[in-house]
């Protein structure tokens, strides 16, 4: 069974990117696993804004998606 993971690729009006780090070390864009199942499932975006608030505190009225960028589910 497959668990897609959301995220955004975050940066500012100086091009740069935000990443986080996770517990190994590693660094990250904010990202992570859909939560719910069948028909309760949060949406990709839905993920992706949760994840990225819960990660970096960014609420969904800071973040300004670029339509040419964004992926489909």
Same mark, same amino acid.
């Given at each position: 069974?497959?668990?897609?993971?959301?995220?955004?690729v975050?940066?500012?009006?100086?091009?740069?990117?935000?990443?986080?780090?996770?517990?190994?070390?590693?660094?990250?864009?904010?990202?992570?696993?859909?939560?719910?199942?069948?028909?309760?499932?949060?949406?990709? =975006?839905?993920?992706?804004?949760?994840?990225?608030?819960?990660?970096?505190?960014?609420?969904?009225?800071?973040?300004e998606?670029?339509?040419? =960028?964004?992926?489909?589910?």
């Amino acid at each position: 069974m497959s668990h897609p993971c959301a995220g955004f690729v975050l940066f500012n009006e100086s091009s740069e990117v935000a990443v986080v780090s996770t517990p190994k070390g590693w660094y990250s864009f904010p990202k992570g696993k859909r939560e719910g199942k069948g028909n309760k499932r949060e949406s990709l =975006l839905e993920a992706a804004y949760r994840e990225t608030y819960e990660e970096t505190g960014m609420t969904k009225e800071e973040i300004e998606l670029i339509p040419e =960028l964004t992926l489909a589910e």
